[in-house]
Structure formats: structure tokens, C-alpha cells
């Protein structure tokens, strides 16, 4: 593979895309950050050059990046530069999806009309502007329990659960008062096992489907705070997870590109929850490389360049198991006073970061940006990654004040 030189261009420069970075610079690519220069973004030493801009504009970033020389567009982790990278493809005709399919990823009300004219399983749904309309839209979709959505955010952010009038108003106006539109998503609350999925579409054709588990914590709705592989089933349900991811894919118009996937299981039936046109945050594209012994994030930067990245697919090996966990304040606030790791550095542990340094502002974990620190293990299998992940746990040091 012959990428030596290229220019990409990588919008955001947070700890989330570290690893494209990382694996642009092994690669021979260079790398552009794309970025606010606020609260001093982890990746601008890793970048060979910068160019500032606010990437949840794609009127900026089109404007900012006129006289810049690039041969792809690239994201990970974040949805915020989805539009603009979708405008980019548009107008320079990269390689990757349009802008209008990155707005079906952005707002999930539209995200779910397209499921529903395409026939991909989901939660029932009504799309409501005003508390007037919120009763009569719970009672549409089914009753109690149900979950309001801000339908233009993410990691959790503006998603509320509400088992009853009391809650399903606050609901309401919390995430109203959060999203940018003028709509919020009323949602059944389907009571089943939460997973996701990791895909990858190459000219049309999927590559793979890989259901993981979420470990989850109940905040105002539950946040995944870690992830493993594999994802324990039977081969009927494993064969339901890709048609439906398959399907969803399809509906969505996504091409050249990974995908991340939220699924539940509700008394054997898969519904798709909500899915989008790049990695997984918190560790999920390690977890991939682990899971297939590769390296996923260069499998990103091909297609972004226009190379077949089956090149690097058609490598893979038999991979391990793995496990990551973020690292959370889940009872009190704070100012940390100090935060590190006091064991050995095992050759199991596949990453190990810290994200804050001490005189930082700890928050009572609510959502994912409240995360301190993230861990990846491997292992034979995820009994030996639990138990790896344990030891490495307990020699984290961390002091509030």
C-alpha cells in the first residue's frame, strides 16, 4: 500500500482520534488537524500541520480549507465533523458519503423515518414540537416507559428515560433545552440486552460485522462506559445482527467508511437503535484491531484516501479477546489533586490514557465527556480480560479535593 505523502485532513483533534494520528504518522500520511485551538487539543503535537476551524460549521471548514492541498477527509469518534466532512466529499469529490447522508446520521429523527421507510427494525417513534403533543405521542408509541431524545447530540447527551408524566415533562424540556432544532424524538423504551455493533462498507460490500458488549451505567439514561469482545450469542442471533446492521447501512446510504452501531435485543428480535458513519468511541476501534490483529484506524485512513482498504482487511489474523473501561468519578465532584498508574506496565494492557491532569475539574459522571481516564486489555478470552482489567483498576491512585 503506496500512501507515503498523501495529505489528509482529520477533523477534530481530541483524545478520540489519537490513534488516526498515530496511525497516519506510521503510515507515511500527513496529517492535518482540523480544530478549534480551545482548552489546547491533545493532537496537535501529533499533527504535521493545523488548520483552525469550527468543524460543526461545513460553511467554515469549506471556507477555511479553499487553498489547502488534501487527498482524503477523515473523523473518529465524534459526530460533530460528520457534516462537514459529508460537504468535503461533496465538493471535491473525496472518497467517503455525502452531506445529506451525514445529516441523516446527525439528527435521529430523520435517521428513523429512513429506517422506517426501508423496513429496518426499530423502536416505535413520534417526532413532537411541543409538551402539547407529548402525552398523546407517549400513548402512540406504546406507553411507559418511554425515552425523549435531543435528536442532534451525542454521547448520551439530551436522552432522558421517563416512567411517568413527572418525568416524561422534565424529560421533555431538558432536552429541548439542549438540541439546536426544533423537535425532540419520543421513543419506546424497549426493555431488553443493549449491545453494538462495528462495520465497515468498502464500494458497496460490508466487510465485517462485529457485535460487542457495552458495559453500561444508569445516569440520566444508560452510558456505555466500556466495551468487549467477543459478544457471547447463538449463530441465529449473530446472523440477525448483520442482516439488520446490513440493512440499516443500506437505508442510510453509508459507503467507504466504518460504522458504529447501537442494537437491542427484546425477546429474540434485534431493533436498531441508532447507528452512524464512523468508529465507536471509548476504546472500540483498539477493540476492533485487537479482535481481527490488525490495525483499524489505518483500514479508516485508506478508504478516506481512495485505497481499497481490503488490502489491509485481507491481512487479518486471528485476534484475541478484549475489554476496555473507562474511568469515572461516579459519586462527587472535585479538583484532582493527582491521578496515576502505580503498576507494572503489563504487555496485556493495550492501551492505558489519561485524559486530565491535577488542578482539573472532576465531574460526577452524567455522560461521555466526563470520562478521566480509558483502558484496554487482551487476553485468551473475557474472563482473563475481566481479571487483567481488575488488577489494573486497583493500581489507579486517584485524589479529589
Known sequence: MNVKGKRLLILGAGRGQIGLYKAAREMGVVSIAGTMPDNGPPCIPLADEVCYMNILDPDEVESKTADLRFDGVATCCLDRGLKALGRLCDTRALPGYSEEVAELCNDKSKMKLRFSEYGVNTAPFKQIYTDEALLDAIDKVGGYPVIIKATDLAGSQGIYKAVNKEEAFDGFYKAMSATRVDYVLVEKFLQGREFGAQAFISNGEILFVMPHGDILYQADTAVPVG?????????????????????????????????????????GVIYVLELTGRIGANCLPELVSIHYGLNYYQMVIAAALGIDPKEIWNRRKEGEAGLSRMIISPERDGILEDMRYVGERDSFIYDLTFFVRPGFEVKRFANSSHCLAQIVVKGQDLKECEERMEAVVSKIDMKLK
Open 227 to 267: 466495551h468487549y469482545v467477543p459478544y457471547e450469542c447463538s449463530d441465529i442471533l449473530r446472523e440477525k445482527i448483520r442482516k439488520e446492521a446490513e440493512m440499516a447501512i443500506k437505508a442510510m446510504g453509508l459507503n467507504n467508511c466504518a460504522v458504529n452501531i447501537d442494537f437491542i435485543e427484546e425477546n
